[in-house]
């Protein structure tokens, strides 16, 4: 089992581009959430994908967009990239039927640095 | 809405001694409580969870928490610290009816021979 795998793993985009950051379950998970970890701060619920919709959103704008497809990855969208948005970016992933979060597995993460 | 408060951003400890994590949280509805690690350039790995029942919980690699309602707080302990335990250590919430995680700073643990 691979876990929760997410690409790239670093990346650095200049102020004003738009990134995409992937991530793929870990079998037999449908959901999936993002976070943000600035730099020395917990991480921060972005939303989070359930039945290839959005279900639930943290206080983040309308820049921050995804996408589940059909086989339950996800695509996290960023436009119009600020210098806050460095940060170490999080998905994870958990099945439906489980109590929330209580079965959540993160993987590695993907570092933006925008320049 | 919830809150969390990790009490130490830093907890430098010598090996094999013990070691306490102190994490209180604020929240109106009933919330489940987690303990994460992460060690350097990695992802979160979950220690332990409070779901409800007994208030001692005990997680992987020697870790355990204990959940106090009236304090609303949920401290992580070990008794004896290796090398290997040297991380960053998050405290986190989710309200029992919820998807959101609410994490709190995190707090570093340095273990030294």
């Known amino acids: 089992d691979a876990g929760v795998t997410q690409s790239p793993t670093h990346l650095i985009k200049t102020r004003g581009q738009q990134v995409t950051l992937r991530c793929s379950p870990k079998?037999?998970?449908?959901?999936v959430s993002w976070y943000q970890q600035a730099l020395g701060q917990g991480p921060q619920f972005i939303f989070q994908?359930?039945?290839?919709?959005?279900?639930q959103r943290g206080n983040f704008p309308d820049r921050f967009s995804g996408h589940q497809f059909p086989n339950y990855s996800s695509e996290l969208n960023v436009n119009a990239l600020l210098l806050g948005d460095s940060a170490l970016y999080l998905c994870?992933?958990?099945?439906?039927?489980?109590?929330?979060?209580?079965?959540?597995?993160f993987g590695q993460g993907t570092r933006l640095t925008v320049v | 809405a919830q809150s969390v408060t990790q009490l130490d951003s830093q907890v430098p400890v010598f090996e094999e001694a013990p070691v306490e994590l102190r994490c209180n949280y604020s929240?109106?509805?009933?919330?489940?409580l987690f303990w994460y690690v992460q060690y350097p350039n990695q992802g979160l790995q979950l220690l332990l969870k409070?779901?409800?029942?007994?208030?001692l919980v005990k997680g992987i690699n020697g870790f355990e928490a204990e959940f106090n309602k009236s304090q609303t707080s949920f401290h992580l302990r070990k008794p004896s610290v290796h090398i290997s335990d040297t991380a960053e250590y998050f405290c986190?919430?989710?309200?029992?009816?919820?998807?959101?995680?609410?994490f709190g700073a995190g707090t570093t643990v340095t273990v030294r021979a």
């Open positions: 994870a992933s958990s099945f439906e039927l489980s109590i929330p979060n209580t079965e959540a597995f």
């Open positions: 409070y779901l409800s029942g007994s208030t």
């Open positions: 994908y359930y039945e290839e919709e959005e279900r």
């Open positions: 079998s037999g998970h449908d959901t």
């Open positions: 986190a919430v989710s309200p029992t009816n919820d998807y959101k995680l609410s």
């Open positions: 929240s109106s509805v009933s919330v489940y």
